[in-house]
T-cell receptor, first 117, second 112 residues
Framework: GAGVSQTPSNKVTEKGKYVELRCDPISGHTALYWYRQSLGQGPEFLIYFQGTGAADDSGLPNDRFFAVRPEGSVSTLKIQRTERGDSAVYLC???????????????FGPGTRLTVL | GDSVTQMEGPVTLSEEAFLTINCTYTATGYPSLFWYVQYPGEGLQLLLKATKADDKGSNKGFEATYRKETTSFHLEKGSVQVSDSAVYFCALSPNSGYALNFGKGTSLLVTP
């Protein structure tokens, strides 16, 4: 079956511009996560949705970052006034269950590589 | 806060060698522990997991045991193959939360 998909696969933008990154989770998965992976680092949590609502947005670095999931499926990560330090691979993951004691298995998409010039 | 520390790479081994990648964690409560793998050109995949102390996760010949007394979750494989070349990430999920905290990753290269 189809896995998690992310578009675009690559995005090059100029400093100060606005960008949107899209994530299509596995059909039926209620939980959706965004992570950011800088070069040579592990993924860093940004935000977690359960259904349509953001259950935990504690990882968003500042108010330039915002994410939505209006119908509980597709999610869009929005970055305003991009900065060179925002350059990274943005990963999306989804899971079908959220169990007590921690996350169910998260299935990751291939990521969007964002480059801010 | 909760965190994961894993050994730095790159690690280079000959085929059929024994592999250990060390991972230690700091967490309050009782986290779940994971190893994820990223093969060249592919996305992150769950390799194995353990949800409580003394649990052993295993998959594809890899094993890791949740050791609460040493706060460790070391990844081992008895005989590596060239196809195991990848980046390996140790991760934890706090007991009260659902996001994954990842280590920095360890790059493994297996040569014929």
């Amino acid at each position: 079956g189809a896995g998690v998909s992310q578009t675009p696969s690559n995005k090059v933008t100029e400093k100060g511009k606005y960008v949107e990154l899209r994530c299509d989770p596995i059909s039926g998965h209620t939980a959706l996560y965004w992570y950011r992976q800088s070069l040579g680092q592990g993924p860093e949590f940004l935000i977690y949705f359960q259904g349509t609502g953001a259950a935990d947005d504690s990882g968003l670095p500042n108010d330039r970052f915002f994410a939505v999931r209006p119908e509980g499926s597709v999610s869009t990560l929005k970055i305003q006034r991009t900065e060179r330090g925002d350059s990274a691979v943005y990963l999306c993951a989804s899971s079908s269950t959220v169990t007590s004691g921690g996350a169910g298995e998260q299935f990751f998409g291939p990521g969007t590589r964002l480059t801010v010039l | 806060g909760d965190s994961v520390t894993q050994m730095e790479g790159p690690v280079t081994l000959s085929e059929e060698a024994f592999l250990t990648i060390n991972c230690t964690y700091t967490a309050t409560g009782y986290p779940s522990l994971f190893w994820y793998v990223q093969y060249p050109g592919e996305g992150l995949q769950l390799l194995l997991k353990a949800t409580k102390a003394d649990d052993k996760g295993s998959n594809k010949g890899f094993e890791a045991t949740y050791r609460k007394e040493t706060t460790s979750f070391h990844l081992e494989k008895g005989s590596v193959q060239v196809s195991d070349s990848a980046v390996y990430f140790c991760a934890l999920s706090p007991n009260s939360g659902y996001a994954l905290n990842f280590g920095k990753g360890t790059s493994l290269l297996v040569t014929p």
